[in-house]
């Protein structure tokens, strides 16, 4: 992967994470979802190598974004009124129907709900290759850029 093939993913990884909420990453789909970067993905992935020479070339990281509940129209409003007539309905007469009143306001009541409510359910919503031993190059050259100041004194 050239250098520029690898900053265009980079740029790509950063919009779709900023144009969609990710919460979780992971290599590969999965069930248990810990990682809130992609680098702490990648490098628990690493950990189960006994050598890095081991590692794929590519891996796939994917990215999560909590799912967005939908409550269907008229589902809350009717459970209301079937409740509300067995109570204190006429037992012989017809159901109550619903208003517009009524509609109004049980979408409403849904829009703060679904404001409110966290999802904790996921779903994978973007993918994008990793070029493995080039991740595994910058980042190692990240973390002696930090361990090192510019002088190459250390700064532990």
Not at 4 to 10: F, G, M, T
Not at 120 to 136: F, G, Q, T
Request: with cysteine; glycine share 4%.
């Amino acid at each position: 992967m050239s250098e520029q093939e690898l900053q265009s993913v980079r740029r790509e990884i950063q919009n779709d994470s900023e144009k969609i909420k990710i919460v979780y990453w992971s290599v590969g789909e999965s069930e248990k979802l810990v990682h809130e970067t992609i680098n702490a993905a990648i490098k628990e992935h690493l950990e189960h190598y006994h050598e890095l020479s081991d590692a794929p070339h590519e891996i796939i990281v994917v990215g999560y974004s909590r799912m967005q509940p939908v409550l269907s129209d008229n589902d809350t409003l009717e459970h209301t009124l079937e409740y509300l007539d067995e109570e204190f309905g006429d037992p012989d007469g017809d159901r109550t129907k619903p208003t517009e009143k009524m509609r109004e306001a049980e979408r409403a009541y849904h829009a703060v709900i679904l404001a409110e409510y966290e999802s904790w359910m996921c779903e994978p919503v973007v993918r994008h290759v990793v070029d493995l031993r080039r991740w595994i190059s910058d980042w190692r050259m990240s973390r002696a850029s930090r361990l090192f100041d510019e002088s190459g004194t250390s700064k532990d």
